[in-house]
């Protein structure tokens, strides 16, 4: 079992900032992704950026030079640093950590982005 506990979501203006975490105990594998998904009001869940335990990340194209997915192996933590934020950033945004075993999820933060 995988445990999953994010942070640092809330409410911003328009074109400011938030990092958002999340901390991953548990049964960890050494070999792993670590995925910030979102989910709008209405919305399916998407896919934001996903960093592997090497260090390979991917963005939505959507975030492309606004968001950047860092993580800290020793701490088992995976960060979201979130730039020039948006009022279409607004959602519910989950954090999943992925093996070859299966996919574990966090609880959710809310961002939301005021115009």
């Known amino acids: 079992q995988v445990q999953l506990v994010e942070s640092g979501g809330g409410l911003v203006q328009a074109g400011g900032s938030l990092r958002l975490s999340c901390a991953a105990s548990?049964?960890?594998?050494?070999?792993?992704?670590m995925r910030w998904h979102r989910q709008a009001p209405g919305k399916q869940r998407e896919l934001v950026a996903s960093?592997?335990?090497?260090?390979?990340?991917i963005y939505a194209d959507s975030v492309k030079g606004r968001f950047t997915i860092s993580r800290d192996n020793a701490k088992n933590t995976v960060y979201l640093q979130m730039n020039s934020l948006k009022p279409e950033d607004t959602a519910v945004y989950y954090c999943?950590?992925?093996?070859?075993?299966?996919?574990?999820w966090g609880q959710g933060t809310q961002v939301t982005v005021s115009s």
């Open positions: 999943a950590y992925v093996t070859v075993n299966g996919a574990y």
């Open positions: 548990g049964s960890i594998s050494s070999i792993n992704t």
């Open positions: 960093i592997t335990s090497g260090g390979s990340t």
